[in-house]
Protein backbone atom coordinates (compact mmCIF):
# COMPACT_ATOMS: atom_id res chain seq x y z
CA UNK A 1 0.00 0.00 0.00
CA UNK A 2 2.72 2.75 0.57
CA UNK A 3 4.33 2.01 -2.83
CA UNK A 4 1.54 2.46 -4.59
CA UNK A 5 0.92 5.65 -2.69
CA UNK A 6 4.47 6.41 -3.03
CA UNK A 7 4.45 5.76 -6.91
CA UNK A 8 1.03 7.59 -7.40
CA UNK A 9 2.99 10.75 -5.86
CA UNK A 10 6.00 10.48 -7.98
CA UNK A 11 4.00 10.20 -10.86
CA UNK A 12 1.47 13.48 -10.05
CA UNK A 13 4.50 15.18 -8.99
CA UNK A 14 6.39 14.57 -12.50
CA UNK A 15 3.05 15.49 -14.10
CA UNK A 16 3.47 18.82 -12.45
CA UNK A 17 6.73 19.36 -13.51
CA UNK A 18 6.60 18.24 -17.12
CA UNK A 19 3.16 20.51 -16.65
CA UNK A 20 5.42 24.13 -15.62
CA UNK A 21 8.01 23.26 -17.71
CA UNK A 22 5.80 22.99 -21.02
CA UNK A 23 3.77 26.26 -20.59
CA UNK A 24 4.69 28.83 -23.16
CA UNK A 25 5.40 32.07 -22.28
CA UNK A 26 4.82 35.18 -25.20
CA UNK A 27 7.81 37.53 -24.54
CA UNK A 28 8.06 40.73 -26.78
CA UNK A 29 10.67 42.10 -24.59
CA UNK A 30 13.92 43.48 -26.51
CA UNK A 31 16.46 45.55 -24.98
CA UNK A 32 16.37 49.42 -26.30
CA UNK A 33 18.76 52.44 -25.99
CA UNK A 34 18.44 54.29 -22.91
CA UNK A 35 15.38 57.61 -22.86
CA UNK A 36 14.49 59.85 -20.59
CA UNK A 37 11.83 58.72 -19.18
CA UNK A 38 10.46 62.66 -17.54
CA UNK A 39 9.20 65.52 -19.13
CA UNK A 40 11.20 67.82 -21.65
CA UNK A 41 13.25 70.57 -19.32
CA UNK A 42 12.76 68.21 -16.63
CA UNK A 43 15.36 65.54 -14.58
CA UNK A 44 14.35 62.40 -12.78
CA UNK A 45 15.57 63.58 -8.91
CA UNK A 46 15.03 59.90 -7.00
CA UNK A 47 13.32 56.60 -6.48
CA UNK A 48 11.60 55.92 -9.91
CA UNK A 49 8.33 53.01 -9.03
CA UNK A 50 7.13 51.11 -12.02
CA UNK A 51 4.61 48.67 -12.18
CA UNK A 52 3.55 46.14 -14.95
CA UNK A 53 0.55 44.68 -15.73
CA UNK A 54 -0.34 41.29 -17.19
CA UNK A 55 -0.72 42.76 -20.60
CA UNK A 56 2.45 44.05 -20.80
CA UNK A 57 1.27 47.86 -19.94
CA UNK A 58 3.52 49.55 -17.33
CA UNK A 59 3.35 52.82 -15.28
CA UNK A 60 6.26 54.59 -13.91
CA UNK A 61 6.10 57.77 -11.42
CA UNK A 62 9.02 59.30 -10.20
CA UNK A 63 10.24 62.52 -8.35
CA UNK A 64 11.33 65.42 -11.16
CA UNK A 65 11.67 68.87 -11.39
CA UNK A 66 12.93 71.63 -13.24
CA UNK A 67 16.18 72.51 -11.04
CA UNK A 68 13.45 75.08 -9.45
CA UNK A 69 10.55 72.93 -7.80
CA UNK A 70 10.27 68.87 -7.65
CA UNK A 71 7.30 67.43 -8.63
CA UNK A 72 5.67 63.71 -8.45
CA UNK A 73 4.80 62.57 -12.23
CA UNK A 74 3.65 59.32 -13.70
CA UNK A 75 4.01 58.58 -17.71
CA UNK A 76 2.28 55.15 -19.11
CA UNK A 77 4.19 52.84 -20.97
CA UNK A 78 2.96 50.78 -24.04
CA UNK A 79 3.54 47.51 -24.35
CA UNK A 80 5.84 48.42 -27.58
CA UNK A 81 7.89 51.00 -25.19
CA UNK A 82 6.03 54.05 -26.13
CA UNK A 83 6.01 56.55 -23.83
CA UNK A 84 2.78 57.95 -22.94
CA UNK A 85 2.51 61.74 -22.17
CA UNK A 86 4.04 62.98 -18.61
CA UNK A 87 1.78 64.01 -15.94
CA UNK A 88 2.42 65.94 -12.88
CA UNK A 89 0.50 64.60 -10.02
CA UNK A 90 1.70 66.60 -6.83
CA UNK A 91 4.35 69.84 -6.75
CA UNK A 92 5.72 68.62 -3.62
CA UNK A 93 7.95 65.81 -4.58
CA UNK A 94 6.48 63.16 -2.62
CA UNK A 95 8.14 59.66 -3.19
CA UNK A 96 5.77 57.54 -5.01
CA UNK A 97 4.67 53.93 -4.93
CA UNK A 98 3.11 52.39 -7.55
CA UNK A 99 0.62 48.96 -7.93
CA UNK A 100 -1.33 47.41 -10.28
CA UNK A 101 -4.63 45.49 -10.09
CA UNK A 102 -5.31 42.49 -11.66
CA UNK A 103 -8.20 44.34 -13.65
CA UNK A 104 -5.16 46.53 -15.13
CA UNK A 105 -5.88 49.44 -13.33
CA UNK A 106 -2.76 51.28 -12.08
CA UNK A 107 -2.78 53.54 -8.52
CA UNK A 108 -0.12 55.89 -7.14
CA UNK A 109 -0.06 56.56 -3.80
Do not use: H
Not at 66 to 94: H, N, Q, V, W
Request: hydrophobic share 45%; aromatic share 6%; proline share 4%.
Amino acid sequence: MKRRLFAGACIAAAAGLAGTATMAINADAAWTSARNGSAPGWFAADSPQVSVDRQGEALRACTAGDLSTTYTGARLISRSGAFGAAKTLTSDGRVPQVDVRPSSRFTVI
